[in-house]
Each structure stands twice: as structure tokens, then as C-alpha cells.
């Protein structure tokens, strides 16, 4: 095994803000130019920021009042710009441009408005596709605020009936916090602080289980049981598990900004706003992702990590790591606000105990097996082969790797256990096996990750001797041989039916790789449009496009290394 740093890799530079009396500019978004976006009572499901598994949650979530199918209104004046349409993420949803630069978005949605919904159907019958992600031009779809533009649901992504609501900046398409917006939310409980964690920053955030502390409010503000925390080492950094609520809501939203405090002295803050969905999957650097994934709670650190370059953070006097290696007691607090003003504290003191020796032999080194953030980081050996990019890593690891044998009959390589999987990275990162496979199945191979309970399959596609595909996490490896085609099964319908009473058609397809490529329902030899809503089953409800008669209804479906099955069933209508 050959495990190395290439000697040409180079590392970013990690700038700064300028110190500022301001630690975050008042935001001047408009108040009162946007509506509430649905007929039901004003309540939210969840706010902006609330922490959600690799993503921050990126707008209101609307209460529909536990039903669907409400009247969901444009917010103000403008055109409709695009439809979105697919299985997760926000199911059915509607982008609305307006005049003042800003755009709103509506998702998990029903059906739109009659024009909008015959629009769209033709559009998806001219590309022969059910999931779509179409402009619209800007004549075709005026609107005027309060005007009904769908109902409401619980398509895509949802677990149950509300509309997802969203303002962003047309230009640049980051997302706003919606609660700046002056929404009809009455919110005057601060937020609560549930719990302080403290991490030894002499080693990486990533190597580590933080000292947790639980916090009680005294007099208004919140207190580690002791009031002077002693921690041996002589750098400190601090993370926080918070919530916010607001007027008849017991629900936990999430916190808007925290500013962390050194001897009343503002050292760094944190502020989740304007952020785009290409940034959303860095609230794993904001957050202790070990922690979380190993089933511990969110925290929020109130330090920015070497490797998290556009970040939410503003450095004011440091990065948010505190050095106590002088043996002076540090003040600490940390004020944590929600998006109406409202603000607790933390308060606590904290000293630190490392000796003048144990200084010294904590003297920086380096290690071969080191991945550092803001550096290519490369392995490789006879056998497996990756490179990490100079943005992969928010912080460093100490490289482990292991070998195991096959454990399936399909199986055409050794596992590869590559450190582990509660590491974050930032982006997908190449990955090669060298497997042992006979040419007639070179195109047949899959790579398998996983790690727990949780499995992903990618093809792996064949150069010289490896095979290559892309992962964004650590874990288990290996590839696999994959003849089997997907499994077609009809639900309550059968060849030769009779289905003048029946309202709609149903498959289940599944693949033991679990992804389906390509689905195509043709009736007559002509594209028919089935939803898959929830990656569930493909459904086909009888319009137009199925006249009464005979028929031929053909179903094919692919997987990612091009097996195929396909059933072709005769009905009466």
C-alpha cells in the first residue's frame, strides 16, 4: 500500500472579515410587499435554518391545517417563471418572478391553477417526460397578489400536508430567510439554549467526542451546571444546541444568528441567511456531523473550520477558537438571536490546565497518514485508488483504511473500509476498484457504499484495468456483478382486464440496486404519462389520452447498468 501527498498539492489561503463595531448589518428586506401564501391559518410546520440531515431547511413550511388541497395564493404581483415537477425534493412546485428582484417559490403542491395544469401537461406529453424542470415565458402566466395558483399537498419530500414557501434573490438564486420578511408570525419568546459543547481544538473536530454540558436558566440567562469549566488542553472551541419558538408554538425552529464573546469581547458570529441550495449541504460544517450521525443531537458550532470557505460565519477578532494556554480565566458568552430580535445568553467561565511541557509536546508534526482541508489529498495502492479535492474536507482526519473479503456471491472485489462515514465532505469525490471481471460483464458492474444502515449503488464505469465512480462519503466499498433487470408487478391490474370501472393504473417496479434509469408507459405505441411521486409506484390516472376501446399498454423499465424488463398488457376500457 502506498499512501502519499502529492508534493505539487497546495492549500487554500483562509482569509478573514475586517473587524466591524456592526457584528451583522441590519437587513432591509421589504416588509408587507409579500402575502401569506395559503388559505389556512397562519402557523409554521417549520422556519428558515431549521437543521435538517446535510441540509438546512431553506423556507417556511406553511400549515395547511393537517388537510390538503388548500388555495395556495401568489404572494405578490409577477409572472410564473418555472414548474418543477419530481418524485422528492419539492414534488410539484411553482416559481414565481416578481418586479422587485425577488423570487418566490411553492412546493409540494397538488394541482395548479386550470391554465397552469393544461400547460404543463402538454409540456410534459411534447418532452415525454413526467419529471420536468421548465422556464415558462414571461407573457404566458401574469399574476396579481392573492391570486390562486394551486392547492396545496404533500408531493415530493413531504411527510404530510403543507406548502413549503421560499423567497429568493432572482439573480442569484440564494434563499432569503422568510421570517425577515414581516410575516404575521407574533414572536416574542427568545430562544432556548438546551446545551454547551466544548471541543479540544489542539486536534481535528472530526477525531473527537465534545465535552457536553447541560444549561439551566438562572435569572434569565442560560448556565452550565459549574460556573468556571476547567478543560485540559489550551485551545477551546465552543457549539450550542438551540431552538426557537414562537407565540401557541411548542414546535423547535431553528436560530437565526449566535455571536460568541471573549471576555465581552466579540470574536465570531454566525448569521443563516442568503444562502443557495449549492451551500445548503454546508450545514454539515456547521454543525458537529460526527456527533449527529453517530445519534447524538445538533449542535452548532460557534467556530468556523479550517476547510468551510463560504461560510455563514463573520470573523470579527478570530475564527472562534479560544486559546486558555495562559492560565486566565476566559468570560465567556454567547448571545443566540432569532429572526424577530429576540436573544438569550450564555454565560460561563472557562480555564485551561495543560503545563509548560505539555505545551511543548503538543508542538505541531506532521503526520503521512494526515488529510488536511484546503489540500489534494490522494491514496492509492494496487488495489484502490481516490483523490480528495482541495474543498473536500472541513476538517482534518487521520487517514484509516482496512481490507475485507467478498461477502456476497455477486461480489468482484474485496471491501475497502476507507476510514468512516461520520466525516462530512463537501462535494463527490472520485473513487476506483480494481476488480476481477470477465469482459462479457464489464458494463454489468455496480460500486456499493455503505455504512450502518444505509446503502447507495453507482455504475461503475470501466478504465483500464479499474473501475470508477463518485461517493461524497467514506465507508464500505466494493463492486458488484449486476444481471438482474428490474421486477415489473401491477397493482389491482392484470392482462386482459376489463377496467371499465377502475379509475386508474399502478405498477410497483423495484431493482436490487435499488435506482430506476429509465421508465416509459406507451399506450397504443404512443408516450403515456404515469406519476411517481415518493419514488413510489408509477400511476397512470384514465384522461383523455385513454379513450374507451381496446388497448395495448406496453411498460418497460432500465436500470443504471442497462438491464432491462419489459411486459406489455391488454386492456378494455
Known amino acids: 500500500m502506498t499512501l502519499y501527498r502529492s508534493l505539487l498539492s497546495f492549500c487554500l489561503l483562509i482569509g478573514g472579515f475586517a473587524t466591524s463595531a456592526q457584528v451583522f448589518p441590519v437587513k432591509n428586506y421589504p416588509k408587507g410587499y409579500f402575502q401569506w401564501p395559503v388559505d389556512a391559518t397562519i402557523a409554521l410546520a417549520a422556519n428558515f435554518g431549521e437543521l435538517r440531515p446535510n441540509h438546512y431547511h431553506m423556507g417556511l413550511d406553511c400549515k395547511t391545517d393537517q388537510v390538503q388541497n388548500k388555495h395556495v395564493f401568489a404572494a405578490a404581483d409577477g409572472y410564473i417563471a418555472k414548474v418543477k415537477i419530481e418524485p422528492s425534493g419539492f414534488g410539484r412546485c411553482i416559481y414565481i418572478n416578481h418586479p422587485n428582484g425577488l423570487t418566490t417559490v411553492y412546493a409540494h403542491l397538488n394541482e395548479f391553477n386550470p391554465a397552469l395544469e393544461k400547460y404543463v401537461t402538454e409540456q410534459q406529453y411534447k418532452l415525454q417526460s413526467w419529471q420536468i424542470f421548465i422556464d415558462i415565458p414571461a407573457n404566458l402566466f401574469p399574476v396579481k397578489k392573492g391570486q390562486f395558483i394551486a392547492f396545496s399537498g404533500s408531493t415530493g419530500g413531504s411527510e404530510g400536508p403543507h406548502t413549503h414557501f421560499e423567497i429568493r434573490d432572482t439573480k442569484t438564486d440564494k434563499v432569503l430567510n422568510t421570517l425577515l420578511f414581516g410575516f404575521p408570525i407574533v414572536d416574542n419568546i427568545p430562544p432556548d ?44 472551541s465552543f457549539a450550542i444546541t438551540a431552538y426557537d419558538r414562537y407565540v401557541g408554538s411548542t414546535h423547535q425552529n431553528g436560530i437565526y444568528q449566535a455571536v460568541l464573546y471573549d471576555d465581552e469581547k466579540p470574536v465570531v ?20 456531523y460526527r456527533l449527529k450521525n453517530s445519534g447524538g443531537p445538533y449542535v452548532q458550532h460557534l467556530s468556523k473550520l479550517p476547510g468551510y470557505n463560504e461560510s455563514i460565519y463573520k470573523e ?6 479560544i486559546d486558555i494556554g ?49 489540500c489534494i489529498n490522494v491514496f492509492e495502492n494496487d488495489d484502490i485508488a481516490f483523490y480528495l479535492t482541495e474543498k473536500s474536507l472541513y476538517d482534518s482526519i487521520r487517514f484509516k483504511y482496512n481490507v475485507l473479503p467478498p461477502n456476497s456471491a455477486d461480489g468482484v472485489s474485496n471491501i475497502f473500509e476507507l476510514y468512516n462515514g461520520n466525516v462530512p465532505m463537501h462535494g463527490y469525490f472520485p473513487i476506483k476498484i480494481r476488480g476481477n471481471v470477465s469482459d462479457s460483464f464489464k458494463d454489468k458492474i455496480v460500486m456499493e457504499r455503505y455504512w450502518g444502515d ?19 462519503e467514506f465507508g464500505y466499498f466494493k463492486l458488484l456483478r449486476d444481471t438482474e433487470p428490474p421486477v ?30 429509465n421508465f416509459r408507459a406507451e399506450l397504443d405505441g404512443n408516450w403515456l404519462r404515469f406519476t411517481n411521486d415518493k419514488n413510489l409506484a408509477y400511476i397512470y390516472n384514465f384522461d383523455e389520452h385513454c379513450p374507451r376501446g381496446s388497448h395495448t399498454l406496453k411498460i418497460s423499465a432500465e436500470d443504471n447498468v442497462g438491464n432491462k424488463t419489459e411486459k406489455i398488457y391488454h386492456f378494455t376500457r
Request: contains cysteine.
Open 269 to 288: 458570529g454566525f448569521d443563516i441567511d442568503s444562502i443557495s441550495y449549492d451551500q445548503t449541504r454546508d450545514v454539515n460544517a456547521h454543525i458537529d
Open 488 to 517: 415489473i408487478k401491477a397493482l389491482g391490474f392484470y392482462d386482459g382486464m376489463n377496467c371499465a370501472g377502475v379509475h386508474r393504473l399502478a405498477f410497483d417496479i423495484t431493482d436490487n440496486s435499488k435506482d430506476i434509469k
Open 193 to 236: 439554549v438546551l446545551r454547551l459543547a466544548v471541543y479540544d481544538r489542539s486536534i481535528s473536530t472530526n477525531e473527537q467526542t465534545p465535552r457536553i454540558y447541560p444549561l439551566r436558566k438562572v435569572n434569565g440567562v442560560f448556565t452550565p451546571p459549574a460556573s468556571l469549566l476547567i478543560e485540559h488542553t489550551n485551545k477551546v
Open 326 to 374: 495562559n492560565d486566565s480565566v476566559h468570560q465567556i458568552k454567547i448571545a443566540v438571536i432569532d429572526a424577530y430580535g429576540n436573544t438569550s445568553y450564555v454565560k460561563f467561565n472557562v480555564r485551561g490546565t495543560v503545563s509548560d511541557k505539555e505545551k511543548n509536546d503538543s508542538a505541531v508534526y506532521e503526520d503521512p497518514n494526515e488529510f488536511l482541508p484546503g
Open 316 to 321: 470579527i477578532s478570530g475564527d472562534g477558537v
Open 454 to 472: 444505509k446503502k447507495e449503488f453507482s455504475k461503475a464505469v470501466y478504465e483500464n484495468g479499474w473501475y470508477k465512480s463518485d461517493f461524497r
